[in-house]
């Protein structure tokens, strides 16, 4: 079975901007692939590109083993959810549900639309809303509409840009599981843009990040977070964000600003590194060197707490039965085989 | 790529001809003698001596003719383009002027039956305004303001107003709130704020307003030659003078001044043209 | 006596949509106050009211002991930041952060170390003479915590300021508000629906809802000890699970907990990490998501007794359809009243 989609050094300019650098993507029916990366990264030109909506300056995009470039995007059979959705406000919900099916050349019956829409609107929970206005419903109802327009007419592929990052934080948080559910209830390829950490790695089956128009790593969420292959990767993913020292070799240990940090691993590089230890990987005690308490953040759940150490400023999440408070010293340590090691190249 | 911009120039380049030849053989009629301008054969090479029958010898008196009175009008072109400028200018400030104010007020404040006050400065645009040129007359006669600048200036406003309320009522609603709001908790008053927040951001619905309101001015004819015969008198006016002319209409005199009295409108909407260009990217935030 | 006191605030829209319904919030000299809530919840219109950019229908507003409720805006004294940074898009950065300043009084040389000052302090030096379009977003919205604060106003306002960020500027921005408000000791009220941003940024956070207030308290007081079902729900991601439970006897149903209470039905509270995998526990659930993030997980389960999320390190996955059995944290367990949603226990 060919891949629902595959993207093969894929290139795009727009005047002095470099948009897409060779980006090799491929995605598996039935699979949630998720493009994180920070603001300009070039995923909603991608995401274009796959839409038909931007012509790539180079490459190639294979939907469902046909080649992609030069259809219109009608032709590609792709549904587009937008940040801002955008409904027909004096429209039903069942009537800008049922918008894309009634699309010229689609040739639906009357009864066939009808029960299309009440089958989209039975995977949404909108079954009550069917006949409200859409300017009359909440956010989080407005998007479940838009999603719906999407899933529908049963396309080949979805592509979500940034669905949920205008909602209010609390609806983004059920939206996210609802949207989960949904797509592995419906078995159709997505492709999922979002800057959202927890959608990032909750979401999908392989997350792909992207930075600079170019992929630097794609994998399983696990494998990303737990193996980043380069600091950029590390700091991108994972929220709080991972810790990066600069860090010297002296003899049995890594040091920092003249300070022993963590022990020598096996198969660590010579010299000198760059250090990352996830703020989770931090335990406030154990350690060596000393480190001040700045600040100390309730998260709910856990403490964030903000450590000035060997003169870098750290963070590490513990569990809130934790007692520290700020001004406190304590002696931060990490399990060198919870820490990561780049050269000093990288 | 390369044959898409062959032919997007030469239809330009076409288009482009077809829009300059009414203007280009103005100017050739401006330099004409008015026999050469009646001639049968088409006369478009202004070379003086040459034997050719689409030649013609140039020359400047139909804008001389500009500079003289009599035959037919009172008084020289210049007197009358004196005229429409004054009034033409001064019907477009107030007319944006007030609009600007005006369209700010329906823009921002809750106004008792708002839609139905806009919709009735609307309606006042419904009938074609000569339909009131009687009782206008008889209403400036006895106020005096028959032969007037002011008389026509009031006019002019009026009617230009209802379109000035509405463009710039549109343009007013597309800049955020939050900028005046911004200003008022800074420490300005309301007005403070229109003026150095809400003025400068509704510059480019300003200046598309200000193109509308003085093209009508500029051309309006039935008012113009009803209530101000006299003194006063537009350039349209003049034009329709020159017809009663004894020794047949001087079409180079009439070429020369239809050319004088389009550039002013020309040169202002090319002075503006980058904020007119900047009305089509408008809408700085993002929302 | 109270630097702000709002006092039985009302504001009723004509179209008779009631926003904020009487409420009444002291806050202290320095302090950080953050209003959290949904969307039409009334946080947003009460900043307006204390802004004094809406007009209170009723009550009072009191700041540094000075009646205000009827005082244009401009005689407030209170620096405003808005959602979509509101800079004037006309004026170069520099003359954004003068603004302020060109109706104090001050003089001409004062007026500009007080703009270098700012600038300074928030890293958009370099950015003086550019023009707020030409700047992404997080360098837009400094500049406007700038303008807010560069006139020493007795309040700082802030209407929802990193909604529209990405979550790096965000966390980015969150340091600097932080750091300027401790460095400037401005009282401040912060609106906002994100509730970790409630909970990293404030001294205390008011939850709202319907034009009430559900709660003040400090952080982990909101958390730990919510007033209502509503807070419990709202504050916390994800938010507290509910279960339906039945007092007999002084035991509560499903969990077999003694509690003092009469009989009677009873909504019990646990958050996500007070509940633990334990096949011989009193629930049983079937997972539907196992949603992984990084540093834990959340399990979303189906149960007998409604939806229940457990918070778990990010050890091994499960699968949809898995059955697991749970046990909660005696020590953790709420109870609210099942009508009002009233905290009990």
């Not at chain 2, 020369?256 to 043209?273: D, E, K, N, W, Y």
């Not at chain 3, 007033?227 to 007092?247: E, H, Q, Y």
């Not at chain 3, 939806?307 to 778990?312: D, K, T």
């Amino acid at each position: 079975m060919s891949a629902a989609l595959a993207i093969r050094g894929l290139t795009k300019r727009f005047g002095a901007v470099q948009a897409l650098t060779g980006v090799d993507l491929d995605l598996a029916a039935d699979e949630l692939l998720v493009l994180l990366g920070p603001t300009g990264a070039g995923k909603t030109t991608l995401l274009r590109c796959i839409a038909g909506l931007e012509a790539p300056d180079a490459g190639s995009i294979t939907l469902g083993g046909v080649d992609a470039v030069g259809l219109s995007p009608a032709q590609r059979d792709v549904a587009l959810v937008f940040q801002n959705f955008s409904l027909y406000p004096d429209w039903t919900v069942g009537e800008n549900i049922a918008f894309p099916l009634r699309a010229p050349g689609r040739a639906m019956g009357a009864d066939a639309i009808r029960e299309r829409v009440a089958w989209a609107a039975r995977m949404l929970r909108l079954t009550d809303y069917l006949d409200r206005p859409a300017s009359r419903l909440s956010g989080g109802q407005m998007q479940r509409v838009a999603i719906g327009r999407a899933i529908v007419r049963r396309p080949r592929l979805f592509l979500m840009d940034e669905p949920l990052t205008n909602l209010d934080a609390k609806l983004r948080e059920s939206l996210r599981v609802e949207l989960a559910v949904l797509r592995r209830e419906l078995k159709t390829p997505m492709l999922y843009v979002t800057h959202d950490q927890a959608e990032a790695l909750s979401m999908g089956d392989r997350v792909a990040v992207l930075d600079g128009g170019r992929i630097l790593q794609q994998g399983e969420p696990r494998a990303v977070y737990e193996r980043p292959v380069s600091p950029a990767v590390a700091r991108l993913v994972g929220l709080p964000r991972i810790n990066l020292l600069p860090a010297e070799d002296a003899g049995g240990g890594w040091t920092a600003g003249g300070v022993a940090i963590v022990p020598r691993a096996a198969g660590d590089p010579a010299g000198r590194c760059l250090l990352g230890i996830r703020p989770e990987d931090l335990r406030l005690a154990g350690g060596s060197a000393p480190a001040e308490v700045q600040l100390v953040e309730h998260l709910g759940a856990a403490l964030l707490v903000t450590l000035r150490w060997a003169g870098m400023q750290v963070q590490a999440l513990v569990g809130k039965d934790a007692a520290v408070r700020r001004g406190d010293t304590v002696h931060p340590a990490a399990d060198p085989g919870r820490t990561h090691r780049w050269s000093a190249a990288d | 790529m390369r044959g898409l911009a062959v032919l997007r120039w030469s239809l330009l380049g076409v288009y482009a001809a077809l829009a300059a030849a009414p203007l280009l053989l103005l100017l050739l009629t401006s330099f004409k003698s008015p026999a050469d301008a009646t001639s049968l054969d088409l006369k478009v090479l202004p070379l003086a001596g040459s034997a050719s029958p689409h030649a013609f010898a140039p020359t400047l008196d139909g804008y001389a003719g500009l500079a003289g009175g009599g035959e037919g009008t009172a008084q020289p072109f210049w007197s009358y383009f004196l005229s429409s400028a004054i009034i033409g200018v001064c019907s477009t400030i107030a007319a944006v002027a007030l609009g600007t104010c005006c369209a700010y007020g329906f823009s921002r404040f809750r106004i008792a039956g708002a839609k139905d006050w806009l919709f009735f400065i609307l309606s006042t645009r419904f009938m074609p305004p000569l339909a009131v040129v009687a009782p206008v007359l008889v209403m400036y006669r006895q106020m005096e303001l028959q032969n007037t600048h002011l008389g026509l200036i009031l006019l002019y406003t009026v009617f230009n107003l209802s379109l000035a309320v509405w463009l710039m009522k549109g343009f007013i609603d597309e800049i955020p709130k939050a900028y005046e709001e911004a200003a008022l908790v800074d420490g300005y008053s309301r007005i403070q704020a229109f003026v150095r927040i809400i003025v400068p951001q509704a510059r480019t619905g300003m200046a598309v307003t200000a193109v509308f309101c003085l093209i009508a001015a500029w051309n309006e004819y039935g008012f113009a030659l009803t209530l101000n015969n006299q003194r006063g008198v537009t350039v349209p006016v003049y034009f329709a003078g020159l017809q009663g002319n004894i020794s047949g209409v001087p079409w180079p005199q009439v070429a020369a001044g239809v050319l004088v009295s389009v550039l002013p409108i020309m040169v202002f909407t090319l002075l503006i043209r980058r904020h007119l260009l900047r009305g089509v990217t408008f809408g700085t935030i993002k929302q | 006596m109270s630097f702000l006191a709002l006092e039985r605030l009302e504001k009723r829209y004509p179209d008779g949509f009631h926003a904020v319904r009487g409420i009444d919030l002291a806050v202290e000299r320095g302090e950080f106050i953050v209003l959290l809530g949904p969307s039409g919840c009334g946080k947003t219109t009460t900043l307006r009211m204390v802004a004094g950019l809406e007009e209170a229908t009723a009550g009072t507003i009191r700041l540094d002991g000075g009646d205000v409720t009827r005082l244009r805006p401009s005689q407030r004294d209170v620096g405003m930041v808005f959602q979509f940074y509101a800079l004037y898009p006309h004026l170069s950065v520099r003359a954004n952060l003068l603004f302020p300043l060109e109706n104090t009084g001050l003089a001409k040389m004062q007026r500009e170390v007080r703009v270098d000052d700012i600038a300074a302090a928030l890293g958009v030096t370099h950015l003086l003479e550019r023009f707020p379009r030409q700047l992404p977003g997080g360098d837009q919205q400094r500049i406007s915590l700038g303008r807010a604060l560069v006139r020493q106003p007795r309040l700082w306002l802030m209407d929802e300021p990193l909604g529209t960020l990405d979550s790096d500027r965000r966390e980015e921005l969150r340091e600097v508000i932080r750091a300027q408000q401790l460095q400037h000791g401005v009282t401040t009220l912060y609106v906002t629906h994100d509730q970790e941003e409630a909970m990293t940024l404030a001294d205390r956070i008011v939850v709202m809802d319907q034009g009430v207030i559900r709660q003040a308290g400090t952080p982990s007081e909101v958390y730990e000890s919510p007033a209502d079902l509503f807070t419990a729900a709202f504050v916390g991601s994800p938010g507290m699970n509910r279960i339906d439970g039945l007092v007999t006897g002084g035991v509560c149903a499903p969990l077999g907990l003694p509690v003092a209470l009469p009989d009677g039905p009873v909504v019990l509270g646990v958050r996500p990490e007070y509940l633990h995998p334990d096949d011989a526990g009193p629930l049983r659930g079937v997972v539907v998501m196992d949603e992984y993030l990084g540093a834990w997980r959340n399990l979303h389960l189906d149960c007998p007794c409604g939806r229940l999320v457990m918070r778990l390190p990010p050890g091994a996955a499960h699968r949809p359809g898995d059955a697991v059995g749970l046990r909660v944290d005696p020590a953790h367990v709420l109870c609210f009243a099942p009508g009002d949603g009233r905290r009990l226990a």
